[in-house]
């Protein structure tokens, strides 16, 4: 070889490649690989600015987002038998276990957290997907009955925000009773009268959307979340076609009259919010006032407007500082 | 014709000398009876030996043997004046699932369970058992109308799993699943679930938040075929055998776990050999569970399902 490409050739190479971004500063869409400055995507709730793609948020991510000046409680879960079946394939299933929980640092994929929103006493689960895809084994099924059992203490509403692949296959059968298990933990929310909320987001699929998940007294559904029963490749395999566009996806589901709402990131605090509110407030706030307000204002919270996370626009919220009725 | 497993050939292979012996005992030739009858022996000595030792694998096998008998075996033989009740009132009726009421022992009930079918036509008819959203709720609506006049019910579970399809998907196969074992777990009435083959999945707990769960001595229960598994985990389809064992789903399995509460005993060589026994042995473990069912107001009915289903996983192995 020459002096030409040996030399000037590399040299030119590094001169127009791409420079080494340190990983921390830039992230890449995985919609539409534009590049988006962290602080960006902070700031839109790790929503891609530039295609709307929602990103999977973590737990801690996501309890920050929904409650008060992002304040909360975590609640320590109740121990759960660990790989109760001695689980192996070619890995250990305590090794997996070990390693999701170094990973993520959650002892299992889901959190169960306390707080207020908009003023209003609130409880949410809300799933880790890099725990294990989300995948719900007995633990997981401890935690959606410890957030019942709080919610009903508390006399609180209960959200719970799933992010699962399903059932956790390493715990065999007493992953598939998890599912009845969870149902059981929603009624008893639903026998004290406090509403349930599910916020489906991408992705829920198999066990998880197959109890607790379809069962709330609203479905709302993150835009663009992958949400079903049987994964895409198995519908595949079984139809031998290629799936429709778009199938499966929180679009899909409104269209098809499984959801309630589909809401940008942005607008899902507001909504629980408002419809909490609702759900929680039943009669006119002239009631507990002794002159009715004629400035008495319900917060509109409309999905066109770009109302932010922050509580700032609901702090007049007449019902924020309203007894309970 | 009984359908041979790979594991029975040796059965199989006494089994036709026999049946060859047996054409010639027309020459009055008495050694060939004695012959036979030895042969027989050995038979029975192969199968009850095979049988009390098979690998979980093999009752994979065994479970979703073609021969075994289903749904419509067990209630033709068990119930009088079965009278099936069709559709969802929503969207279709699905054969898949079926469910009527009967009588059962001298009481009125209502069965419900999937139907895999028996040959390429009534396969096709049931949909290999592999239930839609239309058939769980079909199911529910059938479960609220014993509720209301005080049914027990028996649901007989035989399925690889609920359907995954297009179609299934749009018309929200999660919700029906989910709404059936909300439905199982709400329902103030007895409730007595027999896993009479495979117990596949979300499609077979949707019927199976019972007050008791029987098991037949063959039969599995699993969240995930060993097949689906081995092409997760070892990324390799021909693993079965490895992940059925590593899954625990059989019904030994499941009575150490505490998901089955009995185990009911298949005739020797499995119930495909001998439908009639084997329901007969199912007849007298539903109405032995009912019968201790039977008394208990619903509430407390409804309560200590719940309870024991609270406890699920709770208790690890000893």
């Known amino acids: 070889m020459n002096w030409l490409s040996n030399y000037v050739r590399p040299k030119i190479r590094a001169l127009v490649a791409p420079r080494e971004v340190p990983e921390n500063l830039w992230h890449k869409c995985p919609s539409c690989d534009q590049m988006i400055f962290h602080r960006d995507l902070e700031e839109n709730l790790h929503v891609c600015q530039h295609c709307g793609f929602h990103m999977r948020l973590d737990p801690l991510k996501r309890l920050a987002m929904l409650f008060d000046d992002g304040k909360y409680e975590t609640i320590e879960l109740p121990k759960a038998p660990i790989d109760p079946l001695k689980f192996r394939d070619q890995k250990r299933y305590v090794d997996r276990l070990k390693e999701a929980q170094a990973k993520s640092g959650n002892a299992d994929a ?26 719900m084994g007995v633990a997981v099924g401890e935690g959606m009955l410890a957030a019942a059992k709080l919610a009903v203490l508390q006399d609180a509403p209960l959200v719970v925000v799933p992010a699962s692949g399903g059932a956790r296959m390493q715990e065999g059968i007493l992953s598939l009773m998890q599912m009845p298990r969870t149902v059981i933990a929603v009624e008893q929310v639903k026998e004290a009268g406090l509403p349930y909320i599910v916020v489906l987001t991408d992705p829920t699929t198999g ?15 993150e835009k663009g979340a992958q949400i079903g029963f049987a994964g895409a490749r198995v519908i ?45 407030y039943r009669t006119p706030a002239a009631e507990v006032v002794s002159l009715p307000n004629p400035d008495h204002e319900i917060p509109k919270l409309g999905f066109e407007t770009a109302a932010g996370p922050t509580p700032t626009s609901t702090a007049g919220d007449p019902h924020s500082s309203r007894p309970e009725p | 014709m009984l359908t041979f497993l790979e594991f029975e050939k040796p059965i199989a292979e006494l089994e036709s000398k026999i049946e060859e012996l047996r054409h010639l005992t027309d020459n009055g030739d008495i050694n060939i009876a004695e012959e036979v009858g030895k042969l027989q022996a050995k038979v029975d000595r192969l199968l009850r030996q095979t049988y009390a030792k098979l690998l979980p694998a093999q009752k994979v096998q065994v479970a979703r043997h073609p021969n075994r008998p289903h749904f419509t075996d067990y209630v033709g033989a068990l119930i009088e004046d079965f009278s099936p009740l069709a559709g969802d009132r929503a969207y279709a009726e699905d054969r898949a699932i079926i469910g009527g009421i009967g009588r059962f ?3 009125s009930v209502l069965v419900v369970g999937q139907e895999k079918g028996h040959d390429t036509e009534t396969r096709i008819l049931h949909n290999f058992g592999a239930a839609k959203p239309e058939g769980y709720r079909k199911v529910q609506r059938l479960m609220q109308l014993a509720e209301r ?51 596949g999945s979300g499609g077979a707990i949707a019927i199976a938040a019972a007050d008791r769960v029987l098991m037949l001595e063959h039969s599995i229960y699993s969240v995930i075929s060993p097949e689906g598994c081995a092409s997760i ?8 055998s490895e992940a059925a064992i590593a899954l625990r789903l059989t019904a030994q399995d499941l009575k150490e776990l505490g998901v089955a509460d009995q185990i009911v005993s298949e005739p020797i060589g499995g119930a495909h050999r001998d439908h009639a026994a084997s329901i007969a042995v199912v007849g007298d473990a539903l109405e032995t569970a009912l019968s201790e069912l039977r008394g208990q107001d619903g509430t407390t009915l409804r309560l200590r399902r719940r309870e024991k289903f609270i406890e699920m996983g709770m208790h690890t192995l000893s």
């Not at chain 1, 499966?248 to 942005?266: A, I, P, T, W």
């Not at chain 2, 649901?155 to 199982?184: F, H, K, M, N, S």
Request: aromatic share 8%; glycine share 10%.
């Open chain 2, 105 to 107: 022992r001298g009481y």
């Open chain 1, 110 to 135: 889901i959190m169960v957290a306390f707080g207020r929103m908009n003023g209003m006493e609130v409880v949410i689960a809300a799933f880790d997907f890099r725990f294990m895809g989300g995948s």
């Open chain 1, 236 to 280: 595949e395999d079984t139809i031998r076609e290629t799936l429709p566009e778009g199938f499966q996806r929180s679009e899909y589901l409104l269209e098809h009259g499984m959801v309630d709402m589909v809401v940008h990131r942005k607008d899902l605090r507001p909504a629980l919010v408002r419809l909490l509110g609702l759900l929680r």
């Open chain 2, 149 to 199: 006049f005080q049914l027990p019910v028996i649901c007989l579970v035989d399925t690889a799993g609920a359907y995954p399809g297009v179609g299934a998907e749009q018309r929200g196969q999660a919700e029906a699943i989910a709404r059936c074992i909300e439905t199982c777990l709400r329902i103030k009435v007895p409730l007595v679930a027999a896993i009479i083959g495979e117990g």
């Open chain 2, 233 to 240: 985990l070892w990324r390799d389809r021909t693993q079965a």
């Open chain 1, 207 to 221: 066990g998880v959307t197959a109890s607790f998940a379809m069962l709330g007294d609203i479905q709302i559904a």
